[in-house]
């Protein structure tokens, strides 16, 4: 996926000064739930010229713990025609005491490649140093003159939960005498805000004392709770072609020219290569041809070469080669679509477990991934270029429920994607279960799941049977498996649809009571810790709304009969709606269950509410049914 080269994790001041930075000077509202400690994060970004941003990066971060160490990694990334310069490095001990000094001459110079990366123009310098005791300082300081003005990242406090602040400061010099377009985002929680302070062509923005953010459950990211600033160059350079960013009209336009179109061409393998699908029927039975074949001939490797990695590859050496990155397999596909004479529009997208969505007030490049839409009269069709195993027209909830940017001829449009409902986000359990006199169940169940619940399920496709089989049997380990039988394993790629069925035998179900047994109405549910949590701080976060219904059939042995069973049960809350319903039938008996979660970001004070209502239908799901021996 493309990679946004963001300048130095850390920060800078105007001048290195030799400091001492003892544990003990640390408020103490500033070491709770914290890991590490940010002493000081200064950067100046000193903007010379439409192709020149000098950066003046100096942080200082102590860890307390080992669990920190990994917020401490001294590293650069760069890109070739970067200037690094005036590299420092320093560490202490809890007192204060200098323990150790480094120079550039220190560093390792890495190709920054993550698993997947197959070529990239991406370096990164590194040092590599492991502290030996806790806590730790490290004073950290370089420059970097950057020729790419595109991108001037954003000033927030930081980016991970467990990190405390004590002072930060971004300073901006604006000498180029091109308009600096600035944002402020505050907080949406008042967790703390920014300053700042304006002296016409320097401006300096600054936080102080900002308080760790606990890792507690269901907390969402920090750039949801935490403000920021953004930044971005009227006109900008990025690798030697120059535009304008004040609309997102114009920045389009620049884009397709740029980054779109000169990568467009066909040739007559490629139109050799859509003649032979023989292409017929409607528009979307045309596209899930060519996409279904697209994805049957091509993997994904990241590739970033090409004005700072943004350029996709030439569709015919995505043909030729049968790779690409989300870039280069995203514009392959569009080139297929072109020759069968579909319009299709390229969209970047930011990609990621949390909706990240694009400002439509304010213009800047971003967006970590590409996908495709294909705008249709019965709606768009999105395709995600990157898997060789996903459905046709299904985005995943890394994509989902959040805008693109959309790149036409005549500028980019902000389009959302689509959101998926509870009900489309389904679970469908139907259970026949064999009860036994020795405790022990036995039977089938079938499997089926859509929407996000099929994005979870997905990973099962690339899994040996014999993996699949270890895999449910740590999924499901509220039961007891004997054995188990994986089979008739669906990846219905025309409907979004996973389905599969189960074959199994699980022990110590039920328990005798004299020669009664009993046993709970529902075998299988996610036994989840639920606790309360009276000090909660933030609010939390329900990432996916999704459904589960459940269809449990128990055929009871011979010689008992059904005496108790629970009283049928409904749960409404704001967090969701839970059923469970159980009717008699001889020697049958039918628990039907049904649960409904909401999505969504709700206040600290009903944390302990939600937590009611979950813990509610954990005690209902393990109601009791008593057998008699006759």
Known sequence: MMKIIIIGALSTASLYFAQTYPVSAIPENLKKNANVVIRKDFTTAQINKIDEIKYQHNTVITVLNKDGDSKAQVYIPYQKGDNISDVKVTVY????????????????????????VFYSDNRILALPYTSAYYPYTIDFSYQITNENTIFIPDFMPFSSPNTALEDAEFKVINKSGIDLKTKTYPSKYNYTSVSIADNGTEKTYSYKNVPAIDDALMLPQP????????????????????????????????????????????????????????????????????????????????????????????????????????????????????????????????????????????????????????????????LENTSQQIAFNHLSYSTADRNVLAVTKKGIELI????????????KQILKINLTEDNSINGEIQFAYT?????????????????RIEAMKSRFDVLSFEKVEMKDFVNDKDHAVIKFNMDFKANNY?????????????????????????NRELPFEIGQSFQDEYEINFIIPKNYKIDEVPENVTINSEFGTYQLNIVKNGESLKVTRFIKINKGIFPKEKYNDYVSFRKKTLNTDNSKILLTKI
């Open 416 to 427: 959302n994607t689509p959101t998926y409902t509870a009900e489309q986000n389904r679970e």
């Open 223 to 382: 750039e949801k709770i935490l403000p920021k600033v953004s930044f971005a160059l009227a006109k900008f350079n990025l690798e030697g072609k120059q535009g304008t960013l004040n609309t997102w009209t114009d920045f389009g336009t620049w884009y397709y020219t740029n980054l779109v179109e000169p990568v467009a061409a066909s040739t007559p393998a490629i139109k050799a290569e859509v003649a032979a699908l023989k292409l017929e029927g409607t528009t979307e039975e045309k596209v899930k041809k060519i996409y279904q074949h697209m994805q049957s001939k091509t993997r994904y490797i990241f590739v970033g070469l090409g004005i700072g990695g943004w350029l996709p590859m030439f569709p015919d050496e995505v043909q030729k080669k049968g790779y690409g990155d989300c870039k280069g397999l995203t514009n392959y596909m569009k080139t297929l679509l072109n020759e069968a004479g579909i319009p299709s529009h390229y969209c970047v997208i930011n990609s990621g477990s949390s909706q990240v969505s694009f400002d439509p007030d304010f213009p800047s490049m971003g967006g970590n991934h590409a996908i495709l839409m294909v705008p249709t009269e019965k709606g768009n069709i999105w």
């Open 510 to 534: 039920s328990k005798n009571t004299g020669t009664n047994l009993i046993f709970r109405a529902v075998p299988i549910f996610a036994n989840n810790y639920y606790k309360s949590d009276e």
């Open 451 to 467: 929407g996000s619940q099929y994005d979870n399920n997905l990973p099962y496709v690339y899994l040996s049977p014999k993996e």
């Open 93 to 116: 001990d809890e007192s204060g005491k200098k323990v150790k000094s480094f120079s550039k001459s220190d560093f390792g110079d890495f190709a920054n490649n993550t698993q997947g």
